[in-house]
């Protein structure tokens, strides 16, 4: 099952999909970290989701891209955290690809999973943009409305509160 979790930067979206996940587990859990550490910042935010998910029972498995490549058990439950890192990732890569690529690199790793909790941020506006980033801003548009449509779960963080827009409460309970 492929929950999508969306919603502006720091929405809460990081941590309500980590607790889901430690609560609807059965399996092994697994954690896909893929974003590239640029900086303090990219450093600090990383350091915050690793204190954040501690205790849990994730075991993280660091990867910008290729996330297909994968082994995690058929029974387990795999949160990607975040589709923008991933995509950036592969569109500005040495032998880029597109948003086609991420879209299938994370369909193919839900294959081989029973759940799949998929953190993106909410669609971009592309205007006042142009070049690289307002093609970077289409493309994640294009990714993340394709994900909606193949998610049986939607859940739209809004303040701090999940929103289900998509999909019953009840098939994760």
Same mark, same amino acid.
């Given at each position: ?40 910042e990219?450093?600090?935010? !990383? ?7 501690q205790?849990? &029972? *994730?075991?993280?498995?660091? %990867?910008l +891209?290729?996330? $297909? ?11 990607l ?11 500005f ?23 799949? !909790? ?9 205007? &006042? *943009?142009?070049?690289?980033? %307002?093609? +970077?801003?289409? $493309? ?20 701090g ?13």
């Amino acid at each position: 099952m492929l929950i999508l979790i969306k919603g502006a930067n720091s929405s809460g979206k990081s941590l309500y999909a980590e607790k889901l996940a430690s609560r609807i587990r059965q399996g092994d859990l697994y954690y896909v970290a893929t974003m590239n550490p640029y900086g303090e910042e990219g450093q600090a935010r !990383i350091a915050k989701h690793r204190k954040q998910r501690q205790g849990l &029972g *994730f075991r993280t498995v660091e %990867k910008l +891209y290729d996330i $297909d490549q994968i082994a995690v058990t058929p029974d387990s439950l795999v949160l990607l955290e975040d589709v923008s890192n991933l995509l950036a990732n592969i569109l500005f890569r040495e032998q880029p690809g597109d948003w086609q690529n991420a879209f299938g690199e994370i369909m193919a790793l839900s294959e081989k999973c029973r759940h799949f !909790i998929v953190v993106t941020i909410d669609e971009l506006s592309e205007e &006042g *943009f142009s070049g690289e980033t %307002k093609g +970077y801003i289409q $493309d994640l548009n294009r990714l993340n409305r394709r994900l909606q449509d193949c998610a049986a779960m939607v859940v739209q963080m809004k303040n701090g509160e999940p929103c289900i827009i998509k999909g019953d409460r009840n098939e994760i309970s």
